[in-house]
């Protein structure tokens, strides 16, 4: 049974840091590209980052470019997001899924965890 456990938001300033943490379980997450996706109150889910299964290429949201970086341990079954230069724009809770990493966008395949809220706000 394919399952996520997202960790690691909290409240943070504006300018702030945090490193979101996606444990995974019941499949062999080398196998799979992953992808972290957020939903803001009122928003629909959108696609933030994705990192391929093979070559580790990744993609990035245009709003969160150069700001969060998104990697992964196969050896720990865990994806991380490190989120620099928070905005208050980017609270919204955050969620791992399996997915499809394109150029210009993640495709979510589904199981999702119950994710994780960030929240930016001074």
């Known amino acids: 049974q394919v399952q996520f456990v997202e960790s690691g938001g909290g409240l943070v300033q504006p300018g702030g840091s945090l490193r979101l943490s996606c444990a995974a379980s019941?499949?062999?997450?080398?196998?799979?590209?992953i992808g972290w996706f957020r939903q803001a109150p009122g928003k629909e889910r959108e696609g933030v980052s994705c990192i391929n299964k093979s070559d580790g290429s990744t993609y990035y949201a245009d709003s969160v470019k150069g700001r969060f970086t998104i990697s992964r341990d196969n050896a720990k079954s865990t994806v991380y997001l490190q989120m620099n230069s928070l905005k208050p724009e980017d609270t919204a809770v955050y969620y791992c899924?399996?997915?499809?990493?394109?150029?210009?966008?993640?495709?979510?395949?589904?199981?999702w965890g119950q994710g994780t809220q960030v929240t930016v706000s001074s």
């Open positions: 019941g499949f062999t997450l080398s196998y799979y590209g």
């Open positions: 899924a399996t997915a499809i990493c394109l150029r210009t966008t993640a495709v979510p395949l589904g199981s």
